[in-house]
């Protein structure tokens, strides 16, 4: 009898051993082990620039694949997807990951994005760069070079119109160095690449500061001083407001007193961009004590601008960004109002003195990225992915 | 033999502790588990298996307080999606959840699920709600204190 029983449990140990297998085998495939297909899940988050020519240039990710093409028509037809990357990766496009795209004025394109790894919340600078108009893409190169498996993710990429170029992310390795010797660190790292030759070579990467947030997109602008970093910064141990610094030896300064204390991660950055006589428009997210919900700064020297309130807190809106050139500012957020997404803008004529009224400019029921506003030649524009619509580009003037 | 037994026995135990496929959670889900859970207390977790790591120092912490706790009635909401089920129960059974009830977001208008729970919920993670037996909730924004967990459990039961 007792024997019997053995025989019995021993079926079923086996028999659920091989379930685990499976769910073993099952487990690694999802989380994007190196071994294993991409992602099958269509992305949306892409990323869009003009070049000095008035052509729109779009990066999007498809099955692992980072996919440029262009319009010569502001939107409405574009050219047949180039492949960046030669093998699939897991490239991060949704949420606050998007690949980045920029064009510098001799064409050059420049690409960046985070390749996220197997291990919980690791990740990869990536880098690439057309000498050919778009043609053809350089072998991708990663930026981080402390050689850990850590978290180096959130990248942002800017270019100065000219060779120079910077990258920032956010990066685990002091983090990981600190935990090895037994000490504690709140938070993570902000990290940078410089290039000054059109991305053939990179410095090595420089430490802007510590102790950020962990999971939030950082922004970058660039200005007359080179180039300025917003990131979602750590004050104290869980105080999670703004802040900004120049690449070149700026102090880190707190783009507002929010007071926001949380063990969490908001997953919700903030937006930064050039104007006119080296203003900054500065746009970000907060549920701190002093202030809730979206926000704009404009920064002029050591003169900050009060706090302006902007979005319907009633429906979710959230991630914002700002492009500028000259006096025009734009800004661009998503609200959903129960039923579909909506695409929201503020503009300035004045470089950003005054804004008008928020206008709800296109909406959608299906899945949506984050509306992404464009100026060029003077003319505003918003970019938005969605489902149902694809891509679609919407002049605003 | 009874070592024999034993292994037996562990081995079950070991595969009994991977948590289940997630339960796809809609815009009317809540209503049902909160239906479900009627007259009785329940802590709905709010978490996500890709992007938060706090999340899972907040499940561990769950993880362990279930060693001892016995009436701990979790809920267990990840806001990922359907295609994360996998690494969603890896990180479960990791943190000794598996056995507790698991859903996850199911719409690609995740705003949609965010409204039907909490309109004033922008996203960020993790985020709890105490419910009490007549279903008056708190919500815990950030990390779950076990201290703050254990004094409520205990005025659940009182």
Redesign the interface.
Known sequence: M?RRT?LL??G??AA??L??AG?HA??????GGKEMAM???PTLAVSAVFDGAGRLWLARVENGTLLVSHSDDGGQNFSAPVAVNPAPENIGAE??NRPKIAVAGNGTIHLSWTLLLPQ??TGEVRYSRSTDGGRTFSVPVTLNDDGRLSSHRFDSLIVDGGGRLAVVWLDGRDRDAAREKGEKFSGVSLYAARSDDDGAHFRRNEKITAHTC??CRTALAWTKDGPVALWRNLYGT?VRDFALAKLDGGEVRRLADDDWA???????GGGLAGGADGVLHAVW?T?GKNRQGLFYRRIEGDTLSAPMAFGN??A?A?HATVAAAGDKALIAWRE?D?NA?GAMVLQSGDNGKSWGAARRIAAT????DYPLPLIHNGRAHVLWHT?HHGVRVIALD | ?RT??LI??S??LA?SA?AAEPKAFNADSLKRIEARHAGKPFILVLW??N??????EELDMLGQLAKTEKRLPLVLVSVD?P?????I??TLSKAGLAHFESWVFDD??P??L??AID??W??????TYLYDKRHRRQAA???LETAQLKTWLKQQHE
């Open positions: 007792a053995i449990l021993g079923l140990l659920a051993g379930a685990l769910a099952q487990a690694r495939g999802a989380d992602p099958s899940r949420g606050e919980p919340y962990e999971c869980n949380i063990d969490a991660c908001p997953h919700h997210y549920q807190a009633q979710q959230g959903f129960g997404y029921e299906g899945a949506a489902r | 033999m024999l037994w037996l026995l081995g079950l595969v991977q996500s298996a992007w938060c790591g706090y999340c899972i999606s295609e994360d089920g996998a690494a129960r890896q690609a208008v705003e949609r965010r409204a309109p004033s922008m996203g960020e993670l993790p985020r924004v950030g990390k």
